[in-house]
């Protein structure tokens, strides 16, 4: 079995590769490897061999692995509810999985009780499936302007998970996202630059660098099933 060093660098590889056929640099995609049900020894060894951007799922295994490893860049990648953002703001870099405004005024107000401000992601429902979280994609103007008067909070882009299926089946999904980002962009309110489109994972994240991805969510591509 591969190494995660070896994994790694072959997903750095995809990556670089992906960007360069669009015209782009590897170093203008961030991956994020996904920690959920990976141990300590291997998330020892996925920082040995230089990935810095951890991201989990759950709030409990997130708050342990922080605790254990700090110096990472934590992302919080999954449902979260609002009883457990005390949890995780001022300690997640970015919280990719933001699904209501409800949710959006609780992690405001609890950055301003910590002093912070906490960058954000929407998550939006391109694809429409029902088992999926996510704003509707004509919800998001009106969703943007209430958040830029939430002084403890940063839009940074959008989020979105594609259904299961072949990569070039979901391209769709992830040029969507792109082309929604843009549009929102044109006419955004001040402060809010939404730089940021998290989409793709182990099996689609080639397509999804190609369709504009800045950060990708990797977990069975560098620690294995």
């Not at 301003?112 to 954000?120: H, I, S, T």
């Not at 909070?153 to 996202?177: I, K, N, Q």
């Not at 940021?196 to 977990?219: C, K, Q």
Request: charged share 30%; proline share 2%.
């Amino acid at each position: 079995m591969a190494s995660i060093a070896v994994r790694y660098e072959s997903v750095r590889r995809q990556v670089a590769d992906a960007a360069d056929a669009c015209g782009r640099r590897e170093s203008d995609v961030t991956i994020v490897a996904v920690t959920k049900t990976v141990g300590v020894v291997e998330i020892k060894a996925a920082l040995a061999a230089g990935i810095r951007d951890l991201g989990e799922n759950r709030v409990q295994e997130f708050q342990g692995k922080f605790g254990l490893f700090p110096e990472a860049h934590w992302h919080f990648v999954g449902t979260l509810q609002t009883n457990k953002v005390k949890d995780v703001v001022g300690k997640a870099c970015l919280i990719h999985s933001v699904d209501s405004l409800r949710l959006l005024s609780h992690i405001d107000r609890r950055a301003a009780e910590r002093g912070v401000v906490q960058p954000v992601l929407l998550q939006v429902n391109i694809a429409r499936e029902a088992s999926k979280h996510g704003f509707e994609p004509a919800d998001l103007t009106d969703v943007l302007e209430e958040a830029s008067h939430m002084d403890s909070l940063e839009v940074r882009g959008l989020m979105t998970m594609a259904p299961y299926a072949r990569a070039e089946d979901v391209r769709w999904v992830f040029r969507a996202l792109r082309e929604l980002r843009d549009t929102l962009r044109a006419s955004a309110p001040d402060g809010v630059e939404l730089e940021e489109l998290s989409m793709g994972m182990s099996g689609d994240f080639r397509v999804a660098v190609e369709e504009g991805a800045t950060i990708v969510r990797i977990g069975r591509a560098l620690f294995g099933r």
